[in-house]
C-alpha cells in the first residue's frame, strides 16, 4: 500500500510516498481503509523532530483519520463496513490503517467522512480544555487565540455549542469573517487584543484559551477577570512564554496547562468516553470543521507546509480513498 514516510528530520519537503505493507489488525484491533486523513501541526513538528513524541525513522506520518472498517481482530466492538474515525498519533497517511479500538470512534450517518477526518484531534482537545479542565459553564465568555486554524476554529464551534460568549482572535479581516461563520459573537485582531478585548468586556474574560503561545502570553494574562483561568494547548508561534507569578496572585487568576494526548494514556476508556460527550453536537451538525484545503496523498509535503505558512482558516485534509 502507499503511504507518507519519514525517513529523516529534515522537515515536510522531504516526506516520501513509499510502498509499504498494509498492516494486519491483531486482539481488540481494527483495519480500516482510510477514505481521508487529518493534517495537524504535530505532523509538521515530527518531520523536523521537534515535537514531543518521537517515532523511529522510518514512520508513517499521520495523527488522524477517517475511513471504513474492511477487517476486524479477535475481541473488536466495531465491524466490518463501519463507518468510523480514529487517532493513533501515527500511521494515517495510509491507504490502511491499524488501530486499537480505544482509538475508534463511530461516525454519524449525517457525518461525512470528509468531515469525521477533520474532528477528532481538535474536537476532542477543546472538549478536554473546555469541558474536563477548565468546567466552563453556559453564559461564561471565552478568548480563544488562533481561532481560524484548526483547533481555534473547533474551540470556537464549541464553546459556542456549550453556550459561552466567543470571542475569537484572529490576524486578518479574511480569517474574522470565517470566525464569525463558525459562531464567534465577537472578532478582534491580535494587534492589540487586549484593548479590544477590555472595550468588550471591561471586566475581562473567564478564559483563555491559547494554542498559539508567543509574545501574547502576557497579555492574555492582563486580558482575563478575576478568577479567570489561561488555558495553555501549545505553541504554534515558535516561543515557549514565561510568566511572573505575581500576576496570578495579585489577580486570582491561573494558567492551566492542556496536554490531551498525555491524559488519554493509560486509560483506554478516555476517548469513547469524550466522543460520547460530544455526540450530540456532531450528529446536530454544530462542530462540522471547516475544510481550508483538500490534498492527495502524492501531495501531502505541500499540505503540511500550508500549516508552516500560517494562512490556513480551517482544517486541511488528505484525501486517500474518498467517500
Given at each position: 500500500m502507499k503511504a507518507v514516510h519519514v525517513t529523516a528530520l529534515t522537515g515536510p519537503d522531504d516526506v516520501e510516498i513509499a510502498e509499504v505493507d498494509r498492516p494486519v489488525p491483531g486482539e481488540g484491533q481494527v483495519l480500516i481503509e482510510v477514505a481521508y486523513a487529518g493534517v495537524t501541526f504535530p505532523e509538521l513538528l515530527q518531520t523536523r523532530g521537534m515535537y514531543?513524541?518521537?517515532?523511529?525513522?522510518?514512520?508513517?506520518l499521520g495523527s488522524e483519520a477517517s475511513g471504513v472498517v474492511t477487517e476486524a481482530g479477535p475481541g473488536a466492538r466495531f465491524s466490518v463496513g463501519d463507518r468510523v474515525a480514529a487517532i493513533t498519533g501515527v500511521g494515517t497517511f495510509a491507504e490502511?490503517?491499524?488501530?486499537?479500538e480505544a482509538q475508534v470512534m463511530p461516525l454519524p450517518d449525517g457525518v461525512s467522512l470528509a468531515y469525521g477526518a477533520g474532528m477528532p484531534?481538535?474536537?476532542?482537545?477543546?472538549?478536554?480544555?473546555?469541558r474536563l479542565r477548565a468546567n466552563v459553564q453556559p453564559g461564561q465568555s471565552l478568548?480563544?487565540?488562533?481561532?481560524?486554524?484548526?483547533?481555534g476554529s473547533a474551540s470556537v464551534q464549541l464553546g459556542a455549542a456549550m453556550g459561552l460568549t466567543v470571542i475569537a482572535v484572529v490576524s486578518t479581516e479574511a480569517k474574522a469573517e470565517v470566525v464569525r461563520e463558525l459562531g464567534a459573537e465577537q472578532v478582534v485582531l491580535a494587534e492589540g487584543f487586549k484593548d479590544?478585548?477590555?472595550?468588550?468586556?471591561p471586566g475581562g474574560v473567564d478564559y483563555v484559551l491559547d494554542p498559539v503561545g508567543g509574545d501574547r502570553f502576557t497579555?492574555?494574562?492582563?486580558?482575563?477577570?478575576p478568577f479567570g483561568r489561561l488555558l495553555v494547548l501549545g505553541f504554534t508561534a515558535g516561543e515557549i512564554p514565561s510568566i511572573r507569578v505575581n500576576r496570578l496572585l495579585l489577580k486570582n487568576i491561573s494558567v492551566d496547562g492542556v496536554a490531551w494526548g498525555a491524559a488519554t494514556h493509560g486509560d483506554p476508556g478516555f476517548i469513547a468516553a469524550q466522543w460520547e460527550a460530544v455526540s450530540e453536537h456532531v450528529a446536530a451538525g454544530r462542530l462540522?470543521?471547516?475544510?481550508?484545503?483538500?490534498?492527495?496523498?502524492a501531495k501531502?509535503?505541500?499540505?503540511?507546509?500550508?500549516?508552516?505558512?500560517?494562512?490556513?482558516?480551517?482544517?486541511?485534509l488528505l484525501e486517500v480513498a474518498g467517500e
Open positions: 514531543q513524541t518521537k517515532h523511529e525513522l522510518p514512520f508513517v490502511y490503517l491499524v488501530a486499537d484531534m481538535n474536537v476532542l482537545t477543546a472538549d478536554f480544555a473546555l478568548l480563544v487565540h488562533g481561532a481560524a486554524g484548526g483547533l479590544a478585548v477590555k472595550e468588550i468586556l497579555d492574555s494574562t492582563r486580558a482575563l477577570a462540522d470543521p471547516r475544510i481550508h484545503a483538500t490534498y492527495p496523498l501531502a509535503a505541500e499540505a503540511i507546509k500550508e500549516l508552516d505558512e500560517r494562512s490556513v482558516m480551517g482544517k486541511v
